[in-house]
């Protein structure tokens, strides 16, 4: 088949998907009771958090395990709004994502300095001491009490016709589907393309003239701004917010969840989030051990999957290919070239 | 601000258990730029095993050697088993190494349960004695003496040995170091392993003080982290210096402003780490 043909077909094949996603989505308050239909909500609050991180950790090539930080903040800010000033959802959606982006565009000149482990180290810092603040500041945010009884706001539309639950879920999917949707364009756009090339090699993409600082500091920004939407609709969601919103405990889940997935690829942080929280609310109908059950589903993300749940078929394809070279090489040689070996480790 | 001899002695002490734990971590890094998130599990099994050897067979020395052993083989079985493999791959690393941390935390919850354990000091070391004037715990004052001379001998081994030297100049330039005809590999397997060990004896001192129990490996953990960035990664000057520093911001802390103890070093680490990215003597740039 030609190349073109097949490359319609494939998009083809992946608008049929979406609009498939879509309609289930959209037709799950009528399957689901209310309790599966709160953990597909989280899994959309959470994915759209974790798809946030991606674009540090997967586009730009920045390990953060702070990023619980914007996730907190969002939920704050949310949670003050409406408790103390009944603010309405829209206003105080967007001052979430204000503060989001305003918290990265403060720190980042602080944690862009550095990269890689440093960089991980860093944001961890800088999100502890955010934490310590909140805890101490108690007379705002309540400490370690944090903010109880924030009203879960409501599509009014619907709100004759649909139970609570449903209806939040709905406001949420369509936050989130729009929130998605701005964030495929952002990927997309020259502007992605230069974080897939930082991530690549930060030093040729300099020397071509790029400003990567300025490139790594919008993102971190941005990234920011998304992480403190999915805190605010997590806030929402809880109808409560706490400094466990804010730990590094998060952040780590969110990375897991990414890598699981699929670092880097767009839906695979999604993938990971319904993946992790799926197994943890089931697992845990049947035994206290998830723990152990999450960690060994790390180990075997690592083991057999390396690069995540959804480059899976392009893995499978690897490894059957080598599989086939070694029983073609077999016959040829006993032993093959130490060279050889050399080469198919790396 | 008085300085509180009790205080010190706490700070130091705690300070010789962030060494045992931050230094292989360091090291280890240093090396491989391997980022080892399950660090403070070998610090926890080193602590249940002693806890259940002194128990058993009534030796605190044996529950020494037993932690520390114990945590040897696990350390061995992660390297051997899953860290060849993900060479320079610091998401992968991140990932396993919380996987294999979530494992022991469930595992050895499973096994001791959830309430915190202590150790009793041997007979020798328990009570207090009278130092510049204040009654301290000897057994605080014993960690002490032990984590300077396990520093001393860290020291010995890698500034005064062939081995040492090879170890430093896979810090300062692995591949170097290989076309030296060196196996870099083995280097960090034999690093990893000792680190591991050092883990092991740093949870099986520390039962008598903190105690142990399942959260005590995040706690050592994300304090170890700190250390080792705020040292510098792959030095062990750095991690001296780093925890004798982080021992005593916390003690003193805890003394004079308890409320915030739990993120004062957090602040402390912020703030060097936004003056010296590369920490405090650190000579490797992630």
Redesign the interface.
Known sequence: MPMEQMSRLRQRWQLLAYVVAVAALLLAPAVLSTYPLSVLTEILIFGLFAMSLNLL?GYTGL?TLGHSAFFGAGGYVVGLLAKYYQVPLGPALLLAILAGVVLALVTGP?VL??????????T???T??L??VV??ARGVTGGDDGLPGIPTPQLAFLAGSLEPTANFYYLALAIVVVAIASMAWVVRSSFGLALLAIRENERVVEGLGYPTWLVKYAVYALAGGYGALAGALYTFFKGYVGPGQLS?LVA?EG??MT??GG?GTFWGPMVGAAVVLLLRYEVSTFTQ?W??I??????A???LM?RGIVRLPERLREVRARVRREELLEPVAGERQPAEQVVERS | MPLNTASVVIGLSYASLLFLVAVGLSVV?GLM?F?NLATGSLYLIGGYLAWTIAGELGSFWLALLGGALGALAVGVVIERG?LER?HR????Q???T??????????TR?IWGGDPLRLRPPESLRGSILLLGSIVPTYRVALIVAGVVLAGLVWYLLERTKWGAYVRAGVDDLEMLECLGINGRRVFAIVFALGALLCGLGGALGTPVTGVAPGADIQIL?MA??VV?LGG?GSVSGAVVASVVVGLVDSMVRTYWP??S???V??L??LV??VR??GLLGRV??
């Open positions: 950790l390990p602080i300095r550095t990269s890689g482990a440093y960089f991980l180290m860093l961890l810092s800088l502890q001491v934490f310590g805890w101490l590094w780590g990375l897991v890598i699981v670092a051990r723990l152990l999450l960690g060994l589903i790390f180990i993300t690592v083991v390396p | 890094f730029r980022v899953f993900l791959n610091e998401l992968l991140v990932c396993l919380l996987g294999v941390a979530y494992v022991v935390q469930d595992v499973w994300l982290l700190i960035v990664l409320e915030a739990f993120f004062a957090w602040v680490a912020a780490l936004a990215p590369q740039t992630a």
